[in-house]
């Protein structure tokens, strides 16, 4: 009995190991994080815009029409990426970003109608709305609001999907992603590679063009001296 009590913690041991290493997340993972929206053809060097939303945030939803607004008075210049970062004491915010990467999953135009859907029923996923509810009824709620958005005829797909462990994974990376840059609330505001001031606070549209029109002037600047004669006056300008 003793002799053997050193072999059976030996094996027990290299079990959990195995369990933990087979449920780890290895990062970076195969895929790039966030959900690009489709506004028509953009330029080879566009403004890159990444916007972390939480989908039951109400300053995230705030934010979404005026940069919409932008989005489409720039239109090929700009283009968007979006990620996901479910807030922790947001209780319905994780189970509302998997639902986001199961309609992108399943049909990838449904997930800025989602988002949106997600933005007009939003207080029903508020924490003292749902406080009394199970995980399970929340979960039939955001499958319901899904099948509008992601089409009826993927209601029992989107149902399974909820099941299969991929997207749970998803949602996780966007959450590591997100806090990886970062980014520690919603909405922030990532433009060129730079974080905008003020996370945690919507901005207007007014906010977005002072930001977006001295980038597309400084972009078209560069642009005309390369294109131009001058182009050696611009290579010693840069020198
Ligand atoms: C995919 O989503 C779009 C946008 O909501 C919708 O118009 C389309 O019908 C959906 N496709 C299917 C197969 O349901």
């Not at 050193?6 to 449920?23: D, K, R």
């Not at 901005?203 to 560069?222: C, H, Q």
Request: glycine share 6%; hydrophobic share 40%; net charge neutral.
């Amino acid at each position: 009995m003793q002799k053997q009590l050193p072999t059976n913690t030996a094996i027990l041991a290299f079990l959990c190991s195995f369990i933990v290493i087979s449920n780890a997340q290895s990062l970076p993972p195969a895929w790039a994080d966030g959900f690009v929206y489709e506004n028509g053809p953009v330029d080879p060097n566009p403004i890159v815009i990444e916007a972390f939303f939480d989908p039951v945030c109400s300053d995230s939803r705030d934010s979404w029409a005026p940069l919409k607004l932008a989005l489409t008075h720039y239109g090929s210049r700009v283009s968007l990426l979006l990620h996901l970062l479910p807030l922790p004491y947001h209780d319905n915010a994780y189970v509302a970003s998997r639902a986001l990467h199961i309609a992108n999953m399943l049909n990838s135009s449904s997930t800025f109608p989602l988002l949106e859907q997600f933005f007009k029923y939003q207080d029903k996923f508020y924490n003292d709305q749902t406080k009394k509810l199970s995980k399970a009824s929340i979960e039939k709620e955001v499958i319901e609001i899904a099948a509008v958005a992601v089409g009826n005829s993927l209601h029992a797909q989107f149902q399974a999907a909820f099941g299969d462990t991929r997207t749970d994974l998803k949602t996780r990376v966007s959450f590591k992603f997100s806090t990886s840059r970062g980014i520690y609330g919603t909405p922030a505001f990532i433009v060129n590679g730079f974080v905008l001031p003020g996370v945690g606070s919507p901005m207007d549209y007014n906010g977005w063009r002072k930001i977006i029109d001295p980038l597309v002037a400084a972009e078209k600047v560069e642009g005309d001296e390369f294109d131009s004669k001058n182009f050696e006056r611009s290579v010693y300008l840069y020198k």
